[in-house]
Structures are given as structure tokens and as C-alpha cells.
Antibody, heavy 123, light 112 residues
Framework: EVQLVQSGAEVKRPGESLKISCTGS????????IGWVRQEPGKGLQWMGI????????RYSQSFQGQVTLSVDKSTNTAYLQWSSLKASDTALYYC????????????????WGRGTLVIVSS | DIAVTQSPESLAVSLGERAAINCKTS????????????LGWYQQKPGQPPKLLIS???TRESGVPDRFSGSGSGTDFTLTISSLQAEDVAVYYC?????????FGQGTRVEI
């Protein structure tokens, strides 16, 4: 089965670090970029950035540049999203998603989504 | 960044009636060399991740009912549900993937 499996919900304090994961299976993980999308409670979708699993090339939205880090481990077909110092405003549901086409940054919608990882940051 | 604006914010339609959602981009997303519009439509039901319905502005994904159709070019696009079914209640998003960041519209809630 083609799927993306995301790590479980996290509850953190402001200032703490966090790394969440997204593991792909059922397809050639290295051939399709993985993107991350934020959804704040009751709000819409925000494109955060995207990473090429083949060479870890990344592109961030300016809104998230410097706030998060994308990485990937090809050996385990896993992509990661990490924060070094969480803020309360990072509270949201975070989705990873696979691009539909092997187009890299040439552009593609997302055709396969994880179920999301809920991150709650509260003192 | 390319801004994406959807209208209306919400829409109430009777069962069997037509629903239309508009999406406008701040710059053209038509790639001249391929003649493709770099625009997709998603459906998100409560508690679920988004589901890709349409890519290239008008190409339905496999398994998507043909009551869903996409149209438009350049900067103005429409998602039409020709005969609304109960299972179509959801929030619908458009997304441009012409230029990163591949921005989403703010969403349109469709209700019965």
C-alpha cells in the first residue's frame, strides 16, 4: 500500500526542540519530493517547504525559512521536520505530502498525504 | 509569492444542485511552453488530510467522480460540482504550483 505514516502527537513547552517524522512506503521514495503543510486549528493550509529525498535539496517558504529545518534519511525512507525552539504559535497540525509528478521544483500538486502530526506548544 | 484568493468563503447548496468555487491567482500560472495551468484543487473533509481532486486546472485524478470539474486559465479558475451529493460536504482548496512557495487559497466551505 502506498502511504505516508507520520509520527504521533506531541505536547511541548515553549523553547523546547522537536523533530517529527514522515515515513513513505509502497513507492520509490527517492523519486518524489516531500512537502510539509501546516494547518492551524480551524484554519487553512500553509505550504512550509519541500525537500528532494534524492539529494536533500530544500526550498522553504519565506514565512518558515529559519524557523524550521527539513531533512531526510534515504536509508529509512523518512522525512523530518524539526524546530530548535518552539513557540506557542507553532501549535498546529503538520502534514507531510508527496508530489504527484517527478517534477522537482518545476511544480506539482500533492497526491499522497500523511494523516498529520498534531503539535501543541503550551506552558 | 503568488497570492491565491478563493470565493466565496462558504457556500450552501441544495442536494442535486450545482456548486461553483472561484480561485484567482495574483499572477498567471499558465506555463507558456507546455500550455499547462499549474493549479490544483483539493477536498478536505473533517478529521482527514486533503485529497487531490484535480491537477493542471482541469484534469481529474483517478477515481474522482465526474461531477467534479475544473476550468479556467491564466489567473481565474473555477471548481464546479455539477450535482451536489451529501458526501461532498467539505472544505475545498485551490493551490498554485507554478512558483514556490506553492500557495493555497484560504478554502471554501461547502454545506448542504
Amino acid at each position: 500500500e502506498v502511504q505516508l505514516v507520520q509520527s504521533g502527537a506531541e505536547v511541548k513547552r515553549p523553547g523546547e526542540s522537536l523533530k517529527i517524522s514522515c515515513t513513505g512506503s509502497g513507492y520509490n521514495f527517492a523519486r518524489y519530493w516531500i512537502g510539509w503543510v501546516r494547518q492551524e486549528p480551524g484554519k487553512g493550509l500553509q505550504w512550509m517547504g519541500i525537500i528532494d529525498p534524492a539529494d536533500s535539496n530544500t526550498r522553504y517558504s519565506q514565512s518558515f525559512q529559519g524557523q524550521v529545518t527539513l531533512s531526510v534519511d534515504k536509508s529509512t525512507n523518512t522525512a523530518y521536520l524539526q524546530w530548535s525552539s518552539l513557540k506557542a504559535s507553532d501549535t498546529a497540525l503538520y502534514y507531510c505530502a508527496k508530489v504527484r509528478f517527478e517534477a522537482g521544483l518545476a511544480g506539482s500538486p500533492f497526491d499522497l498525504w500523511g494523516r498529520g502530526t498534531l503539535v501543541i506548544v503550551s506552558s | 509569492d503568488i497570492a491565491v484568493t478563493q470565493s466565496p468563503e462558504s457556500l450552501a447548496v441544495s442536494l442535486g444542485e450545482r456548486a461553483a468555487i472561484n480561485c484567482k491567482t495574483s499572477r498567471s500560472v499558465l506555463h507558456r511552453s507546455s500550455n499547462n495551468n499549474y493549479l490544483g484543487w483539493y477536498q478536505q473533509k473533517p478529521g482527514q488530510p486533503p485529497k487531490l481532486l484535480i491537477s493542471w486546472a482541469s484534469t481529474r485524478e483517478s477515481g474522482v467522480p465526474d461531477r467534479f470539474s475544473g476550468s479556467g486559465s491564466g489567473t481565474d479558475f473555477t471548481l464546479t460540482i455539477s450535482s451536489l451529493q451529501a458526501e461532498d460536504v467539505a472544505v475545498y482548496y485551490c493551490q498554485q504550483y507554478y512558483s514556490p512557495p506553492w500557495t493555497f487559497g484560504q478554502g471554501t466551505r461547502v454545506e448542504i
